[in-house]
């Protein structure tokens, strides 16, 4: 304890909330304390991530722990494998094999691209069962199509990632089901929770349905409105913020 106080002074973290757990001081942490896949560890070092950023060191234990989150920290801190990371992890180890387990939302196509392309390296020959990859895509106007018209099965995706109007747009369809998302995730939320997107949030929260559904959320900036929002749609959140609050 005396060295996660350490760690978090170190890179100036303020964490706030009930029971919070202990930052990872590297890696290898997460091998002996959540009994952490091997292949996904050799992903990370084989794409040169070797020691965790600030923000990850503190949010990914709190996502395997189940916890809702709500992040800020600055551009460039290494926010997407902050989620990521805990979240492949989580699909490793579900029970269930079938369905959309996990959901990130972006508001623009080229940074949903740009997750998908970082997430795709680190599910690199991951398999979850004998024949069955781990299977992530980007919810593109092609890939809608063929949902849509029942070419390719929701069935086969693990993890979705989507901008929010493509994806209520499937929804609204009846062509994707998120019954089975247990993960959802808000990228650059400060954006998600404006005035322009908060009500297709709000119909994708009303989307996922299952009760156990953990959010959470990623942003350099947290305006005061989106910390309302957070605190009225997660349950026991852990606030997280590196470096200095910007609002
Ligand atoms: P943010 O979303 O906070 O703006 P990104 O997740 O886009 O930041 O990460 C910024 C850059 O840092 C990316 O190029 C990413 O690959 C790199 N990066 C992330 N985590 C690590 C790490 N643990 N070690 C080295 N580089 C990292
Ligand atoms: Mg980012």
Excluded at 162 to 177: E, F, N, W
Aim: overall charge neutral; proline content about 5%; aromatic content about 6%.
């Amino acid at each position: 304890i005396e060295d996660a106080t350490k760690l978090r002074k170190s890179y100036k973290g303020n964490v706030t909330g009930e029971d919070i757990p202990l930052p990872i001081g590297s890696f290898e942490d997460l091998v002996t304390r959540f009994q952490f896949d091997k292949r996904l560890l050799s992903n990370l070092i084989d794409s040169h991530f070797t020691e965790p950023t600030p923000v990850q060191c503190e949010c990914i234990p709190m996502a395997l722990q189940e916890r809702d989150v709500l992040s800020c920290a600055p551009t460039g801190s290494g926010k997407t494998l902050a989620f990521l990371i805990p979240l492949l992890q989580q699909i490793i180890t579900s029970k269930s094999t079938e369905g959309v387990k996990g959901l990130i939302i972006s508001p623009t196509k080229e940074l949903a691209n740009q997750i998908f392309l970082e997430c795709s390296k680190l599910a690199h020959k991951i398999f979850l069962t004998k024949k069955r990859p781990l299977r992530v895509a980007l919810l593109s106007k092609s890939l809608s199509a063929k949902l849509r018209n029942k070419v390719i099965s929701e069935q086969k995706y693990d993890i979705i990632i989507s901008t929010p109007l493509r994806l209520i747009d499937i929804v609204k369809q009846g062509a994707l089901d998120l019954s089975n998302v247990r993960h959802l995730i808000f990228d650059e939320a400060d954006k998600l929770f404006d005035k322009t997107f908060v009500e297709q949030t709000d119909t994708i929260l009303a989307s996922c349905t299952d009760p156990r559904l953990h959010k959470s959320m990623f942003s350099a900036t947290i305006p005061s409105n989106v910390e309302d929002i957070a605190h009225s749609i997660m349950l026991d959140p852990i606030r997280v913020i590196i470096g200095h609050k910007e609002a």
